[in-house]
């Protein structure tokens, strides 16, 4: 990131330092002071390879954090029966139909293809979400070249 400093102080190293008594204490120590330094800012331009690397960071740890939620939602729902009941239930139902193929939700639910969907799904979110972050710093920088960018006024104090 890049930004341009429209500051109209920083002459000297001296004017950053705090000012001294006689007796050697700074100003804010005995009783005085000062206002911070503010510094006016514009934020001209946002490098996208950057972007794209912190992009892709974020959203792989994202994906991770997905497939362990995913892996401990599961966990909790068989756990607690949910599959077995959810099974019982559908197989009543079916049973007045005169079927009799029976269903078994625990089998379409299994641990290992709940996680291999989330781990499909958090691989297609590390793509969607480094390509439209990347595209977003591009765009910003286009916005940025016509309009001025973002101003922002930071203070010391």
Do not use: H
């Amino acid at each position: 990131m890049t930004a341009n400093s429209t500051s109209e102080s920083s002459a000297s190293a001296q004017e950053d330092k705090p000012a001294t008594t006689a007796s050697g204490a700074s100003a804010a120590s005995a009783g005085r002071t000062e206002p911070g330094r503010r510094v006016k800012l514009t934020l001209a331009r946002v490098d996208p390879f950057s972007v794209l690397k912190i992009s892709f960071l974020l959203s792989v740890a994202l994906g991770i954090a997905g497939v362990v939620a995913v892996a401990v939602l599961w966990g909790m729902l068989n756990g607690m029966g949910v599959f077995s009941t959810i099974t019982e239930s559908v197989n009543e139902l079916q049973s007045g139909a005169q079927s009799s193929t029976r269903v078994d939700i625990a089998d379409w639910f299994s641990f290992g293809r709940v996680i291999a969907l989330a781990v499909v799904f958090g691989g297609i979110d590390v793509i969607l979400l480094t390509a439209i972050s990347t595209l977003t710093a591009f765009v910003y920088n286009i916005c940025a070249t016509l309009l001025g960018g973002v101003q922002m006024t930071l203070s010391d104090d």
